[in-house]
């Protein structure tokens, strides 16, 4: 269960993003707040896996950049009604884990949270893929050069170009190999390709994997 504190100005967003979270079944959120003040004072006091934040909220880097030195372990993600990639560079070296658009599907939103929560587990949403689109609503930090793929999808990325099939890397990294078809989809929408030799050659070229 991701533990998560979400603060935004609005009252009626808060209950939005709150009924939606509840419905996964893998996030609650533990406290709510409308101020940047909130937003540190529920953290330091819940400790939280997850500050979910509004970026519009007065004050809201400030407290990110504090909030982060105060409990690392914390992941940081704030949405924003539009990608402004200065901002979202900013919000990414101030400590946030993520910065994403209100306008991307709820499922995908699921997805963000899951993937700073677990990077090296695989995803529990049994939701769709997102789409190269929503991807675009989204930036996160990661290992240089990863492309956005988590420490699993380099793991199965890895195995994929020694020429591992499915049964085989479902053995190696002992899930399930319906995982491994899930995780595979995702990497094909996050680097953009059509199939698993061009994810391979795309990778390779890319120096996403050595």
Sequence with gaps: ??????VDSLALVRGGVRTLLHSTGDVWVVAEGATAEDALQ?????KPDVLLVDKDVPGMMQTVRTMKERLAACEVVV?????HPTEAA????AGA??????DIPPHVLVEVLQSVCYPSMPHRSHAP???RGDLAAITWRGRPGSHGLTARELDIMTELASGATDQEIAERLRVGEGTVK??????????GVRNRTAAI??????RVIE
Excluded: D, E
Aim: with cysteine; hydrophobic share 45%; aromatic share 4%.
């Design 1 to 6: 269960m991701i533990r998560t504190v979400l």
């Design 42 to 46: 529920l953290a330091t006091q819940l």
């Design 79 to 83: 949405l924003s009604n539009i990608m």
């Design 90 to 93: 900013r919000m990414l070296q």
């Design 97 to 102: 884990s993520g910065y994403v658009c209100k």
């Design 129 to 131: 893929a997102p789409r």
């Design 182 to 191: 899930t995780h595979i989809r995702h990497i094909l929408h996050k680097l």
């Design 201 to 206: 050659a795309y990778a390779l070229r890319s």
